[in-house]
């Protein structure tokens, strides 16, 4: 590992924590981009956590050019601000796989928490052999889609489902009940892979979309600003009493958990952590698939853990659709994998393909609740 800090004593520490595991090994320190590179050229470390807030060419072109010329897996060093949280999002998008928070003095925080996030983290990033980036939010063609499992069929184009024009906008204004709700949960890696997906629907997609994503209270609405700048629909932080409506994406709010609520509203509380999280994946489904039954959809995308499994499998158990993300285009495969263990995963597809296959199952549940 390679710890990259301006700061001396920020790097002493991290690289205690590091050595802390008996199975991680501190290769070297840097304290400024220029060195980091010509030790990253000489040493080839296996991970890299990298601090943003550096002199010379600064964290942002060091992560650049590490990732242009010697891809590593690197895990970023964020403090807590809006402006620490809208850094590490930019270098997410660039290529760096994970984020941590830097001990600041005077703030409250459990070291050992620190200390094991940061272990856990540079772990997961040490055994991930490809780092991609789609950089921009744009829409792939079709012929650069990755291709899908030999299991699934081509789900066709999201404009085209529905083969009229009318009955796109017949769905979009069906009450959320009718064509239901999808729920999507991801963790590590998920920024880049929720703008993937979310950048293949239509600007009108006929379902309220709710998104729980590991991240803290002022990372959640950097990263629903960010996501509505890269697509077309109304991406938002979700807030207590929240309407569901087609065409909306809401993001679950960084230390609060987001439930459903009777007349297609959302509400958020501060109830204990489940398996760690807060907001849970598994909450947020479980609410969903009591509220909706079988008109959900349940996405798993990227990230560490097993967070979503039984979510996804109470989705499952109530006749709704689910979709895990493809083990080839995950950061990090734990939460999808522990959902297709389960038994509980209709569809497993990259997610722009995962995209594609949220429109085809409702248009197919639009023409049978119409009988078209």
Not at 30 to 48: F, N
């Amino acid at each position: 590992m390679l710890v990259v800090d301006d700061s001396p004593f920020v790097c002493d520490l991290l690289a205690r924590h590091l050595r802390s595991a008996p199975d991680l090994r501190v290769v070297g320190m840097a304290y400024d981009g220029e060195q980091a590179i010509r030790i990253i050229e000489e040493l080839r470390p296996d991970a890299i956590t990298l601090d943003l807030d550096m002199p010379g060419i600064g964290g942002l072109a060091t992560l650049e050019a590490i990732m242009h010329r010697f891809p590593t897996p690197i895990v970023i060093v964020s403090g807590v601000s809006i402006r620490a949280a809208e850094a590490a999002l930019r270098a997410i998008n660039t290529g760096a796989v994970d984020f941590v928070f830097k001990y600041s003095p005077g703030e409250d925080t459990d070291p050992e928490i620190l200390r094991r996030d940061i272990v856990t983290k540079v772990r997961a990033a040490a055994r991930i052999k490809v780092v991609r980036s789609l950089r921009g939010g744009r829409r792939l063609p079709d012929e650069q889609m990755p291709p899908a499992p030999a299991s699934l069929k081509t789900a066709p184009h999201a404009a085209d489902v529905f083969h009229s024009r009318r009955a796109w906008e017949e769905a979009a204004t069906a009450l959320p009940p009718l064509l239901g709700v999808v729920v999507i949960g991801a963790s590590t890696g998920g920024p880049i892979a929720l703008r993937e997906l979310l950048s293949n629907l239509p600007p009108d997609f006929p379902v309220p979309i709710v998104v729980v994503q590991h991240m803290p209270a002022t990372f959640t609405p950097v990263l629903a600003a960010q996501l509505n700048r890269q697509v077309s629909l109304h991406v938002r932080e979700a807030v207590e009493g929240d309407l569901l409506q087609p065409g909306v994406a809401l993001i679950a709010p960084g230390n609060k958990h987001l439930v459903f609520r009777p007349s297609h509203r959302v509400g958020t509380n501060q109830h204990p952590a489940v398996g760690g999280h807060r907001p849970s994946v598994d909450v947020t489904m479980q609410s969903a698939a009591r509220l909706y039954g079988g008109t959900v959809r349940g996405v798993i995308l990227t990230g560490m853990g097993s967070d979503g499994a039984l979510g996804i499998a109470e989705i499952y158990a109530r006749g709704g659709a689910t979709f895990a993300q493809d083990a080839a285009s995950c950061v990090v495969n734990g939460m999808p994998q522990r959902a297709i263990e389960k038994g509980v995963v209709d569809y497993v597809a990259p997610p722009i393909r995962i995209a594609h296959l949220l429109c085809a199952n409702l248009a197919r549940t639009y023409r049978q609740a119409f009988a078209l």
